[in-house]
């Protein structure tokens, strides 16, 4: 079970042999960690299904291994192009999941120095292609915590400005709370090699130049974005969990958010965000227990709003009408400036 999408586990991944299982994409969403929200947004599921297969068939096709399977339909599994209608079900291959075990003054991953493959890297590996004014990066560096020169930067871009190159950035997949690591510490922790971290960081660029690249077919700006990474048996890379979606990535349409960003950004002058952010700072490991209120449900306006965004992209990628009745981006956005 995931915040925003359920697995099935079909087969149970072994010591080098993976398993298989489906991703269930739910029209729930999270934000901030903290789970399922009160909310749901229709066909949002849907949407990120085939948003992310068509995403994993592209990059297969391009020479990247994948744990992508193909999309249930009546039973069966089938390619993107085979599908009579939309679905919510993605078959995939399982890798296993080794949990850091926790210690007193952190997390302790030295299990993995004796694991040889065929388990999920412990990682959310980040590509930023500009940093927005929301950039946790740039609210890093203002804090001290990461410097210009570390970043290979003079000075801070403005928002909406592309950086020269993108920058990659790690943090951590199956802590409490995901924090930020060096790629020397992953060197360090023994769970890659110095030519595996090389490999990490290509695949990392090529994805996010294939994403932005799709993404700008359809005038939408790839501002950042994750993937995740598995070893198999042989200890070669696969793109696994869903890539691409805007719940992995930072889209803009002139200016305007395009992904998750917008339950975001409501959520921000919540009070309920201000309890989660002094939860975090303070109590790191058990914060969600500290965290007296509740979310507010969003808007039905919003909803409305954020669920044909959601339903529109995958459309105009697919280039396939599966949602009839959706505004076109143009409109989308207009109905968003009025109602805020």
């Known amino acids: 079970m995931g915040s925003v999408k359920d697995l099935v586990v079909l087969a149970s991944p072994r010591e080098e042999e993976p ?47 994948t744990h992508y399977l193909g999309l249930e339909e009546g039973g069966r599994i089938k390619r993107l192009s085979e599908l009579r209608e939309p679905v919510s ?8 999941v080794i949990l850091p075990s926790r210690t007193e003054t952190g997390y302790d991953y030295g299990l993995y120095r004796y694991v040889r493959g065929n388990f999920l890297i412990p990682f959310e590996f980040i590509y930023r292609n500009m940093l927005p004014e929301e950039s946790s990066l740039r609210k890093r560096v203002v804090e001290g915590k990461v410097t210009l020169e570390e970043l290979g930067l003079s000075e801070l871009p403005s928002p ?13 997949k199956l802590e409490e709370q995901d924090r930020y690591v060096s790629w020397s510490v992953i060197e360090e922790l023994g769970i890659l090699s110095a030519e595996e971290i090389r ?6 660029l090529f994805v996010d130049r294939f994403i932005t690249r799709e993404m700008r077919r359809i005038g939408i700006e790839n501002e950042d974005g994750k993937i995740e990474l598995a070893l ?56 969600k227990a500290c965290v007296t209120s509740t979310p507010p449900p969003l808007p039905s306006d919003l909803i409305q709003l954020v669920s044909w965004l959601y339903q529109r992209i995958a459309m105009d990628l697919t280039q396939r009408e599966w949602f009839p009745g959706v505004p076109s981006l143009e409109e989308i956005v207009e109905k968003f400036c009025q109602l805020v």
């Open 232 to 287: 198999d048996g042989n200890r070669n890379l696969i793109l696994v969990d869903v890539v691409g979606t805007p719940d992995e990535c930072r889209f803009t349409f002139r200016g305007m958010p395009m992904s998750k960003e917008i339950l975001r950004s409501f959520y921000r002058k919540t009070e309920w965000y201000r309890e989660v952010q002094k939860a975090k700072q303070n109590h790191p490991f058990d914060w």
């Open 160 to 172: 909406g400005v592309p950086l020269p190159e993108p920058i990659l950035d790690v943090s951590t």
């Open 199 to 204: 490999n990490v960081k290509e695949t990392l």
């Open 89 to 96: 079900t993605m078959h995939i291959q399982l890798v296993r």
């Open 19 to 65: 398993g298989r299982g489906k991703f269930v994409f739910s029209d729930r969403y999270s934000v901030f960690d903290w789970g399922e929200m009160p909310d749901t947004i229709p066909y949002k599921g849907m949407s990120l299904c085939l948003i992310g297969a068509y995403f994993f068939e592209k990059l297969e096709k391009a020479g990247i291994r």
